[in-house]
Nanobody, 125 residues
Framework: QVQLVESGGGSVQAGGSLRLSCAAS????????MAWFRQAPGKERDFVAG????????YYADSVKGRFTISRDNAKNTVYLQMNSLKPEDTALYYC??????????????????WGQGTQVTVSS
């Protein structure tokens, strides 16, 4: 069974940085695309960033381009989200996700079937 466990959330002032981690288990990590989503109170869950199975392709929401970087370490079965220049509007519950199809590209259009429990990021002004 696929399990995703996020960590690294917290509270930070605007302009600060955080790095989220998502440890995956239950299948061959390196064969699957990974992504990060976020959900702010009262809003829908939105795609933030995605990375292909090989790490060769990445996708970002316009709102985070140039500030966030997604990466993966297939030897550690872990995907990361480095978040710099954080803004109050980045405040949300951040989720790690992955799909059921192998060799995906990690785009927003991919169907994501498995989700972690989320880690809270709070950015104060």
């Amino acid at each position: 069974q696929v399990q995703l466990v996020e960590s690294g959330g917290g509270s930070v002032q605007a302009g600060g940085s955080l790095r989220l981690s998502c440890a995956a288990s239950g299948r061959t990590f390196s064969m699957y695309a990974m992504a990060w989503f976020r959900q702010a109170p009262g809003k829908e869950r939105d795609f933030v960033a995605g990375i292909s199975w090989s790490g060769g392709s990445t996708y970002y929401a316009d709102s985070v381009k140039g500030r966030f970087t997604i990466s993966r370490d297939n030897a550690k079965n872990t995907v990361y989200l480095q978040m710099n220049s954080l803004k109050p509007e980045d405040t949300a519950l951040y989720y790690c996700a992955t799909g059921a199809s192998t060799y995906g590209l990690g785009s927003p259009a991919l169907r994501y079937n498995y989700w972690g429990q989320g880690t809270q990021v709070t950015v104060s002004s």
